[in-house]
């Protein structure tokens, strides 16, 4: 029996992930994206998925909506699990969860009208009455902070990336959803954007009372919008905690590592002469043992043998580790 | 500026022409940067700061029309004949782009290219250019030199990759090195040894530097200098400690306070930019941020602010509506 190590039991998960194995098969090699990944999200919370590229989060996300089938695992959806699910049950569920993505403008069909790209998801599901669709529309239109009648016959290439992205969230609000993941929702987009859609999210998020699982690799930006946050590196969890005491206390040599490397704006803040920790290794054939020792300060004989996991450090925080940075009392 | 600037951008102007009119990309733009010295250049995607370093390396697109002086080391750039312009740069004269896969060539080996770059500008023998090379990609850190010297671009990593674009930008001990968003592509933890290399060998080699990025925080602790563009034009400009210290540009503030700090709490609302850049083909009469500036008034609509000094000569700034300093005699 799996050791129940998420916090805000209490509350109500609507999303449970339990010991997902997704892998990719790249020219007779396996890639382990993700290798037993347990998380929840409790109904109305913000849980950030933090890590670097090539760590897995993308493609755990995308496994929750069952666009990448999972090697074993489930992913229970409000106590249904969509891994069992197939066609028709399966599009009903993904009503309730939507995705938005990174790249704002390669998400909108280029020759299709703004008002269509955002009622083709109502046209899918049944709503047949035209006017009750141009009706909903216009509602997510508005807002998004779009003016509905100059946007509906546009054209998306008439669109800056920031816009483009409200039309994005727009869409995945449509079919009212209860869950949204955004995949790097803001990495494409400038400072002075990113702050207004970021702020947009938020807002969303209160008026039509949304659970998030919120992706990127900015943990500034994840820390921003989120309750909790859950750090991957190269497949599985390392630390899972509330995102204030994450921050202020990381147990993960890991969660310590990303946190150093962010810049910060302020000369005053030099910046640490950072370890050279090298690069992560290939998830074609990740290490034994604990997967970050080969970049791991503390890194010993046991990190080698041992797979590490979650344990609890502090109340509601989480980590993988042989040698956390901070130990429970 | 006490001593001689090594490069001076005297009131250079980039035009493109496009289907939708002319894009002024640069507008009238005034940069110095002394030997040894790290100049930082902050705005967000198309306020010009690429196409500036192009003008500075005369590597515009073909169509492009460019006017105003780019002074390298007591030579015009703009004025150069091809020949001698091809022998300074790479020489005296180098670059690190964001994608290093587009400055590399992905059919040759990482040996050849930085061999190659060395008999060519050097003119080292065979060997000797092969020791040098070994000793460069030593010095970026990357582990094993002698065997990445067999190896082509696609087996390394990103973060590799731009090591290596590195050491064949320094391998002729350039007076100058121009990095372009070094370090956008990568991710945060390979970002930061990428800046810590690229400012230790700065140091070391006494080179000159302008570091490109769309960061505020990038610059802020590896920087002399920074200039923030906007729409095409040097907005404010001043040594960073006293940049961070007081912004008088009210563009400069809204793009610190828009960046999500870590240390504060989950959930507080960032200080967004309302609305978004101009379009650059349609310029603006007044200031180009007006429309977006919460200190806007009359004059801003109507009048381009010029950079001007403020209390200190090496702080300029171009606004009629500078943020107040509210000055720290006994509170």
Redesign the interface.
Known sequence: MMQDIQPSLSRDPLLKVEDLVVEYAVGGKTIHAVSGVSLQVARGETLGLVGESGCGKSTLGRAVLQLRRAVSGRVLFDGQDLTAMQGDTLRQMRRRVQLIFQDPIASLNPRRRIGDIIAEPLVISGVKDPEKRQELVCEVLSAVGLDPSLVIGRLPHEFSGGQCQRICIARALVLNPEFIICDEPVSALDVSIRAQILNLLEDMKARFGLTLLFIAHDLAVVKAVSDRVAVMYLGRLCEVGPSEQLFARPAHPYTALLIEAIPVPDPEVRPAESVPVGEPPSPISPPSGCRFRTRCPRADQRCINEVPELRAVAPEQFAACHHPLIAAD | MTDQALLSVEDVSVDLPTPRGNLRAVDRVDLKIGAGRTLGIVG??GCGKTMLSRAILQLLPKKANLSGRVMFDGQDLVRLDPERLRKLRGRSLAVVFQDPMTSLNPVLTIGTQLVETLQEHLELDGNVAKRRSVELLAAV?IPAPEQRLTQYPHQL?G??RQRVAIAIALSCEPKLLIADEPTTAL???????I??LLAREQRRRHMAMILIT?????V???TDEVAVMYAGRVVERAP??AL?KKMRMPYTE???A?????????????????G??PDPTRPIQGCSFSP?CRYAAGQCYREKPLLAAAESPDHQYACFHPIEITTDVDA
């Open positions: 967000e995607s850190g990593s973060g590799m991710d945060v933890t390979i970002q930061a040894q800046l810590d769309h960061d505020l925080g990038v802020a602790g590896r960073t400690s961070f809204a793009l610190l828009a960046i999500p700090k870590i240390d504060a709490a989950p959930h507080t609302t960032l200080p967004a930019i309302s978004r850049p977006r």
